[in-house]
């Protein structure tokens, strides 16, 4: 990078000499010192774009080019070969003319070649491999994930490595929320770029900022997508819209969720469990708890086990996008009666005494 910086500044330097060496005698030296600097930082601005420009778009760009320019070569010869000319029209007409046509040619055959250069498959030459695979470990971060800060952990533990690309629009969407004016959004902010430091550190991750930007486009989720596809690389989220979006549009996604999901232990029907019953449920008779990595478990007959320890009949389990639910019964004649595992109340006697009474009842019937 320093070898990038010496060489651009030689350059601005001896492209500012040339100017002044070669200026119209009319035309003073501080003039003509401050225009070739312009240029010279014109000139460099063009080439840092054509660096983030994917090696088939700069092909195709090319091409386009030299399809113009022949165009508008064609185009100025048919015109200059017209014998007749409107009454009033001059040589300078017919220049302007010329001129006209050949910038526009070039214009029009220089973008559409940019744009339709991504559909190239170089990958069908070798010569042109190096660079499709080097930005296959490419990886980029959206704001969710790097605020929700488990794409660290699973960093550390080695599952992740290669390039991590940060966008230099989530880090002004992170700025944008650590100064808000609300507490909760600043401090989430906060911890996003906490967590972008603690991914620097790691040996095995090389944080690569970008300034690609795309001005055209307001959403940042719609500017990760259009980011992914210049780099052909691959997002890492949480957010369930993005993931949906991305994958209509052809962008393989890394989703931090559905990791998760798939890490989570696996439960059959009819197994048993022991759960601690945490708060009520939807309806009247379930409880809700939780286990130890969130999944939430739903069990019926458990809205009078709150705050207690019991164990559990898995029914069934629900897989969805956004997570796994267990659904489970309680047996209150599995569990020893009414006082399940955790309780600290003992059954009177008279009540065993019914509870024996039941019991022959429902034998003898």
């Given at each position: 990078?320093?070898?990038?910086?010496?060489v651009?500044?030689l350059?601005?330097?001896?492209?500012?000499?040339?100017?002044?060496?070669?200026?119209?005698?009319?035309?003073?030296?501080?003039?003509?010192?401050?225009?070739?600097?312009?240029?010279?930082?014109?000139?460099?601005w063009?080439?840092?774009r054509?660096?983030r420009?994917?090696l088939?778009?700069?092909?195709?760009?090319?091409?386009g080019?030299?399809?113009?320019?022949?165009c508008?070569?064609?185009?100025?010869y048919a015109?200059?070969?017209?014998?007749t000319?409107p009454?009033?029209?001059?040589a300078?007409?017919?220049?302007?003319?010329a001129?006209?046509t050949l910038?526009?040619?070039a214009y029009c055959g220089g973008?559409i070649?940019?744009?339709?250069?991504t559909?190239?498959?170089?990958d069908?030459?070798?010569?042109?491999g190096?660079?499709?695979?080097a930005r296959?470990?490419?990886?980029?971060?959206d704001?969710?994930?790097?605020?929700?800060?488990?794409v660290a952990?699973?960093?550390?533990?080695?599952?992740?490595?290669?390039?991590?690309?940060?966008?230099?629009f989530?880090?002004h969407?992170l700025?944008?929320v650590?100064?808000?004016?609300?507490s909760?959004?600043?401090?989430?902010?906060?911890r996003?770029?906490?967590i972008?430091?603690?991914?620097q550190k790691?040996p095995?991750i090389?944080v690569?900022?970008?300034?690609?930007?795309f001005?055209?486009i307001?959403e940042?989720?719609m500017?990760?997508?259009?980011?992914?596809?210049?780099?052909?690389?691959?997002?890492v989220t949480?957010?369930?819209?993005l993931?949906?979006?991305?994958h209509?549009?052809?962008?393989?996604v890394l989703n931090?969720?559905e990791?998760a999901n798939?890490m989570?232990p696996?439960v059959?029907?009819?197994?048993?469990?022991r759960?601690?019953?945490?708060k009520?449920?939807?309806?009247?008779t379930q409880?809700?708890?939780?286990?130890d990595d969130?999944t939430?478990v739903?069990?019926?007959?458990?809205r009078?086990?709150?705050?207690?320890?019991?164990?559990?009949?898995?029914?069934s389990v629900?897989?969805?996008t956004?997570?796994k639910m267990?659904f489970?019964?309680?047996?209150?004649?599995?569990?020893?009666?009414?006082?399940?595992?955790?309780?600290q109340?003992?059954a009177?006697?008279l009540q065993?005494?019914?509870?024996?009474r039941?019991?022959?009842?429902?034998?003898?019937a």
């Amino acid at each position: 990078m320093l070898d990038f910086i010496v060489v651009r500044s030689l350059f601005a330097i001896l492209f500012t000499a040339a100017a002044v060496y070669v200026r119209p005698a009319a035309v003073g030296a501080p003039l003509a010192a401050a225009v070739g600097g312009v240029a010279a930082v014109l000139v460099m601005w063009i080439e840092r774009r054509f660096e983030r420009m994917t090696l088939g778009r700069v092909i195709g760009m090319t091409l386009g080019l030299f399809a113009g320019l022949l165009c508008s070569a064609l185009t100025i010869y048919a015109i200059a070969q017209i014998g007749t000319r409107p009454p009033g029209t001059d040589a300078a007409v017919i220049n302007t003319v010329a001129v006209v046509t050949l910038l526009a040619f070039a214009y029009c055959g220089g973008i559409i070649g940019a744009h339709k250069g991504t559909l190239l498959r170089l990958d069908a030459f070798g010569i042109f491999g190096a660079e499709t695979g080097a930005r296959e470990d490419h990886k980029i971060l959206d704001t969710s994930v790097i605020i929700d800060g488990r794409v660290a952990d699973i960093a550390e533990t080695g599952f992740l490595d290669g390039v991590v690309v940060i966008p230099q629009f989530v880090l002004h969407e992170l700025q944008m929320v650590a100064d808000s004016q609300d507490s909760m959004k600043r401090t989430r902010g906060r911890r996003g770029l906490d967590i972008l430091q603690r991914i620097q550190k790691i040996p095995r991750i090389r944080v690569q900022i970008v300034d690609e930007d795309f001005p055209g486009i307001r959403e940042v989720d719609m500017k990760l997508i259009e980011l992914a596809s210049l780099y052909k690389c691959r997002i890492v989220t949480n957010d369930f819209n993005l993931n949906k979006v991305a994958h209509v549009r052809g962008v393989e996604v890394l989703n931090i969720n559905e990791l998760a999901n798939a890490m989570r232990p696996v439960v059959l029907p009819g197994e048993t469990m022991r759960v601690f019953i945490l708060k009520e449920g939807k309806e009247y008779t379930q409880g809700v708890a939780y286990l130890d990595d969130g999944t939430m478990v739903v069990v019926d007959n458990a809205r009078r086990m709150i705050s207690k320890t019991i164990d559990i009949t898995v029914t069934s389990v629900l897989q969805t996008t956004a997570g796994k639910m267990i659904f489970g019964k309680f047996d209150e004649r599995v569990n020893g009666g009414s006082h399940p595992h955790g309780s600290q109340s003992q059954a009177s006697p008279l009540q065993t005494m019914g509870d024996r009474r039941r019991e022959q009842a429902a034998g003898e019937a």
